[in-house]
């Protein structure tokens, strides 16, 4: 391997072992989906669809693709839901966009004409960059309309989305966020949809593990188009997919090739295929369970410690703290809590008067660090540490010690034997 190389593989490894990482978007995959990433997949090329491709040699990969997308159903649509028949059969699945935001962009390609309106969650708010903020091409294409969250309590208010939805008329309505620590309603969002006659595309990228598992609504019986990244809460690759109802196939197929990208991954689609089978396993639903129960855990110890936790709570994989009231912004305590080993990222808060540079909060997730095994008790240790260095209670040496000493605990399980076991 080249010097340089093998010398950064060991200095991300090192930094990974000494760190505790709080990235939300962030989780560790398991020793197997890691090694079907680096699987001879990655040398086959593979443009068109199982049976429909452009080269030869594609008799294993059609069988890897399509086990994958039987996979992907198996998991994400369940029978029922909220008491809602559904059946596979009425739904298309896509596992070839290569990151979320080549899938959000095929859907766009896919259902939309340029200068149409989009009706999505405002950055500020909580949604993604993707959603077509004004720096990306689909904000320059298409016309973005944002929904805010309430500027009271936080929270979605869905009369004020239905109210915005019948003034502006949007073609499509995406639900999805990066940054909202509240239980997302897709239904009432199938409903501002329907009133309006909008296509509706949830965005589970960040929620993708905890729908897997029933611990979120799910949005298919309401929803016209989901799509996800499969490295955030779903422990998978980096890659994603899109699961369309079946009538709009044809049109999200040609959207992801060759509208927005060639061949597909496919050492990203067989890691995925590994990620799916963990996720089936019981172990992945007692591993949510406790993702959950961390992130509310560090929410009230860090409310407690007089940090403002944004909607004063979660009810899901990550909190969002309001950090104005410690004279720092949110680019500066990401700083300070990197120097003593805690990862965190900075992120605008809704209604910011700050910049996304220089934003008023920051985001933390449990994901990752439940994936080495922290339990509630660790996680009490955790926001003592954060406290100290947010409320400069200790002296940072003292701290990055203590947060050696934490980390030095925890390490990748790989079967989630230990979600299952207090
Ligand atoms: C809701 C949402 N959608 C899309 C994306 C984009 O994913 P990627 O970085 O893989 O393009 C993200 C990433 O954080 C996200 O949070």
Redesign the pocket.
Known sequence: MDTKLSKLIAAETKRQDETLPLIA?ENFCSQATRAALGSVFVDKYAEGEPGKRYYAGNKVVDELERHVIKQLKDLFIPREADGVKIDKKDWYANVQPL????A?LAVYAALLKPGDTILAMSLTSGG?L?HGHAVTLPGQLYKIVNYEVDPKDNFLHYDQVLKLAKKVKPQLIIV???AYPRILDFEQFGDIAKKVKAYLMA?I??LAGLVAVQCHPSPFPYVDVVTS?THKTLRGP?S?FIIARVELGDKIKRGVFPGVQGGPHLNQIAALSQALAEAKHPKFNAYIQRVIRNTQTLAQYLGEGGLKIITGGTDNHLLLVDITATGLNGRQAQEKLEKVGIIVNANTIPFDTGTPMQPSGIRLGTAAITTIGAHEKDIKVLAELILDVLLKRRPAKTVALEVKALRSKLKLVEDLEFATKD
């Open positions: 978007s990151s979320g935001s080549p959000n993604h993707s999805g966020a990066s965005d990228s960040h990244t980096r994603a």
